[in-house]
């Protein structure tokens, strides 16, 4: 399994339908549904079935070999000059 990626998000917490989404780990909302009911979806190393978990910053969501992990939008360095 590869290093997880960083994805910045604006407020405390998240819905995990939303972050699979935000993150690149599914095309829609609508597609998120049925990969988290079947138990496709992992957070912090364990199986989660509720599309609505609320993520929290340094949470690690795993979806077939990619992870992806809640974090700050104000302290994310996306490495571009401006």
Same mark, same amino acid.
């Given at each position: 399994? +590869?290093?997880?990626?960083?994805?910045?998000?604006?407020?405390?917490?998240?819905?995990?339908?939303?972050?699979?989404?935000?993150? +690149?780990?599914?095309? +829609?909302?609508?597609?998120?549904?049925?990969?988290?009911?079947?138990?496709?979806?992992?957070?912090?190393?364990?199986?989660?079935?509720?599309?609505?978990?609320?993520?929290?910053?340094?949470?690690?969501?795993?979806?077939?070999?990619? +992870?992806?992990?809640?974090?700050?939008?104000?302290?994310?360095?996306?490495?571009?000059?401006?």
């Amino acid at each position: 399994m +590869s290093e997880p990626f960083d994805v910045p998000i604006r407020d405390e917490v998240i819905r995990l339908g939303q972050f699979l989404k935000l993150a +690149s780990l599914v095309e +829609s909302g609508a597609q998120a549904k049925p990969v988290i009911a079947d138990g496709a979806v992992q957070v912090n190393g364990e199986v989660e079935t509720r599309r609505g978990r609320q993520l929290q910053r340094g949470d690690v969501v795993t979806l077939g070999g990619a +992870s992806a992990r809640v974090v700050d939008e104000e302290g994310y360095d996306d490495g571009l000059p401006w």
